[in-house]
T-cell receptor, first 113, second 114 residues
Framework: SQKIEQNSEALNIQEGKTATLTCNYT??????LQWYRQDPGRGPVFLLL?????KEKRKERLKVTFDTTLKQSLFHITASQPADSATYLC????????????FGTGTRLLVSP | DAGVIQSPRHEVTEMGQEVTLRCKLI?????LFWYRQTMMRGLELLIY????????DSGMPEDRFSAKMPNASFSTLKIQPSEPRDSAVYFC????????????FGEGSWLTVV
């Protein structure tokens, strides 16, 4: 069956450390992958997009990798801050007639001062 | 720009009642998505419109759900009759050209059916 797996347990880290979140998928062939941030009571906010032919993408303190062989994306936040505390969602972009976005359930990140 | 605007933000209704959720797209966007979010199932795509035309409604749970886009900037999602299992957060999102581009979400409509 098709699955997108993100760690359902919250990730607790200390301020200044690097946070690494994982997105694994099964039986999908995404053309691209996106990461979103969602704060409590708010809608998801787009952060980064990486295409299937790209290995790595960076934006300020954010870095995303995409390994289509392992069927995995890693999302890194360097020099993490308490303001980075949120739920982070990965989404697979599927080219199925039209481009469809399928979301994982998200991982909650807590950054302690 | 004001972003994607959804109303109501919160709705509590009794089982069997009709619920209408509303969405105003970002000006200039031509793609509209309705998503539903629950703890168990996460974010699920219900329906996708492009240039006012429904492209994929395979995520619509059943005939009780219907969505319309009467013009390029506005959409409604209707549930009739509502059931307790419909309780969720319903998000509207828009983009220019489609899902391959950045999707902008509204703040959601929190629906509770009792």
């Amino acid at each position: 069956s098709q699955k997108i797996e993100q760690n359902s347990e919250a990730l607790n880290i200390q301020e200044g450390k690097t946070a690494t979140l994982t997105c694994n998928y099964t039986n999908y062939s995404p053309a691209y992958l996106q990461w979103y941030r969602q704060d409590p009571g708010r809608g998801p906010v787009f952060l980064l997009l990486i295409r299937e032919n790209e290995k790595e993408k960076r934006k300020e303190r954010l870095k995303v990798t995409f390994d289509t062989t392992l069927k995995q994306s890693l999302f890194h936040i360097t020099a993490s801050q308490p303001a980075d505390s949120a739920t982070y969602l990965c989404a697979l972009g599927l080219s199925t007639g039209f481009q469809k976005l399928v979301f994982g359930t998200g991982t909650r990140l807590l950054v302690s001062p | 720009d004001a972003g994607v605007i959804q109303s109501p933000r919160h709705e509590v209704t009794e089982m069997g009642q009709e619920v209408t959720l509303r969405c105003k797209l970002i000006s200039g966007h031509n793609s509209l998505f309705w998503y539903r979010q629950t703890m168990m199932r996460g974010l699920e795509l219900l329906i996708y419109f492009n240039n006012n035309v429904p492209i994929d409604d395979s995520g619509m749970p059943e005939d009780r759900f219907s969505a319309k886009m009467p013009n390029a900037s506005f959409s409604t999602l209707k549930i009739q009759p509502s059931e307790p299992r419909d309780s969720a957060v319903y998000f509207c999102a828009s983009s220019f050209k489609g899902p391959g581009n950045t999707i902008y979400f509204g703040e959601g409509s929190w629906l509770t059916v009792v």
